[in-house]
Every structure is written in C-alpha cells, then in structure tokens.
C-alpha cells in the first residue's frame, strides 16, 4: 500500500473499529474517504449542515448502540464546542476526524485563526488530541483513537495536517 | 396568539400512549415536561447542548430503524438547531417524529419572545427540509390526530403544538449524564 492511499487506510481502520454511521461537513482532504464510505452500503453516511450536528449523531448512535465517526475540517471545530459539552458531561464516545487548513501551504489567510485554535478549542473540553503528519502514521493513529473513545468512552479527535492534504492554492482546490 | 392546550397535559397524553418508543426531550422545559409525565430509562432528557435535541434522535434513529423516535422539544431549542432539520430531511427515517412545545417563549430566561412568536413557522420549514409530514396545532381536537401522526406515522414527522405560555413547577428528571446514558443503552440494548 502506497503513501498516496491513506484515506482508504482510514476507511479500514474505521471498518475494522465497527463505525457503522458517519457523520460529515465535507471538506476536500476528506474528498476520498467521504467517497469510499458513500460506496459502502454497510455505512449509514450523514451530510450534516454544520459541525456540531455531529456531536448530537453520535451520540443518539451510541444511546441506539452503534458506533459512529465524524469528518471536519478545522474550520468547523469552532462550531463544536458548546454540545462537546453534552459528550463530555455524559461521556460519549466521540471520534472526529479533522484536516487541517491554516498551516503550512495555506492560500486563504481567513483560515489560519480557527486552524490555529483548533487543539485548544477541542482540548479546553476535553478532547484528547492526536495530531499526525506523515500519511503512513494516519490509520493507525486513527485506529488507537477509535479504540479509546469506544472502549474508554472518551472524545478522542485526530489532527490531519495540512502538509499531508497538500492544497496549496485556488487552482489546485478547484481542480480536484 | 391564544393557544388552549398546556404543555404538562401534551406531554402527559404522547408518554403514556409511547408504547415501545425511544424519547429524547430538549433542555429545559420539555425535559421537566416529560419528567413530570413519569420518568423512564428510555428517555435521555438533554440538560445542555441546546439545538441537538433533533440530531441526538436522529443517531437514535439511524441506530434503531424498528423502533420508534420521539423527540420531545421546545421552540427555542428547535430554532437552534434548524440546519438539523434540513440533515434530517435529506436522511428520512421514517421512525423519527419531533414535537415541538411551543410557547413562543424562551421559558428558562425570563420567558422572552421566541422567532415564532413573530410568526416563524417552524412547520414550514420542515416540510421545505423534505419531511414526510409536518402541521402545527392549536386546538385540542386536532392533537388527537397529531398525536396517532407522531406515534405511528412514516417520518419524518414534525407537530407544532402551540402551548399556553405559563411557569410550572419544576419536575426535574437525573441530572447525571453519564447514568441516563447507561440506564437507557441498558434497557435498549441489556449492555
């Protein structure tokens, strides 16, 4: 398996751990694994309409019995923190996949402050934070994440960085 | 607006025909509503995360397609989560329903007008988000037939239920999250 095929190593790792629901804003780092799970009939796939939708899915699938992922870009962390209040008080699992924007290659200067924040926002309420950055380390940093939060009932989120995504500017955004 | 229905006996009169239903209740009020009605392992009232109300039924929903979901809310706690309703629109369980109690009042804070005290309609906008059914109720007549709709009705179901505006006693349900998550997974699931 090459470096080029993280994402669908974070699908297996994701199959392997049980997650049977995904949750998702979408974002172009998660272009290919959004796509993966879209294919797989075995994975009920949510297209939220902001971030903080996911916190809710997750745990209703939780409270239901299945074990569920969720899929952000930094961006949308923000928008996370009041009901990271209820995983937190109730001790949900919660497993939130971020890629980064903000950092190294960045285009937009708009993205950098909320990039910036992005561990302390999910750290001030208690989200154990894993920040990878070289693409063979992903599925398994993802892996020891799934199994913390599911097994330990805790919020576990793991960082992609920007620098393994690699966009680096409007043309190349659009082009994919 | 005058509205003749009270919220105690709404909730009252939807818990004691639930059945086999799974019930999430919002924050605030419609968590001491349903506490009031009787309190049950298979309901998980919310006491923060206001505007998750809709999307923690919808896990549920997702989680258990046989049995029925029943999100008891409020109208400020809806109106906080409105992208949630387009979410659930564009899944479409069929056996998720919400209701929203709807006093037109942010009753917790000192009873403020809400958005729909204005006239936003809350009915509306799930059915422009694709619900299967969605009206709002003023008169005790219709609830009768509102409530058969969010019991058994293919969903998603939205009920409006405009509610008196009036303080009631406190009825407050456990307020440990970590027991109403494990109460309720032990008796759904026996883990």
Redesign the interface.
Known sequence: MTASDWPREIYEALKRAGVRVVGYVPDAGHKRLIELFLEDREVRCVVLSSEEEGMGLAAGAWLGGERCAVLMQSSGVGNCINVLGMTRECRFPLLVLVTMRGEQGEFNPWQVPMGQATRSVLESMDVAVHRVSVPQEIAAGVAAAAERAFTGNSAQAVLIAQQVIGIKSFQEQTAQ | MSAALHRREVVKALLAQRGDA?V?AGLGSTAWDCAAAGDSPLT?P???????????????????PARRVLVITGDGEMLM?L??L??IG??SPRNLAIVVIDNERYGETGMQATHTAHGVDLAAIALGCRFASARVIRDPKEFDAARLSLLGESGPVLVQVKVVAEKLPLVLPPHD??V??ER??KA??G?
Do not use: D
């Not at chain 2, 919310?46 to 258990?64: D, R």
């Open positions: 799974l999430v998980f919310l006491w923060g995360a206001m505007g998750a109300a809709a999307m923690v039924g919808l896990g549920l929903a997702i989680a258990q989560g992208g949630s387009a979410t564009v899944q999250g970590v109403l998550k309720f997974r759904l699931l883990a």
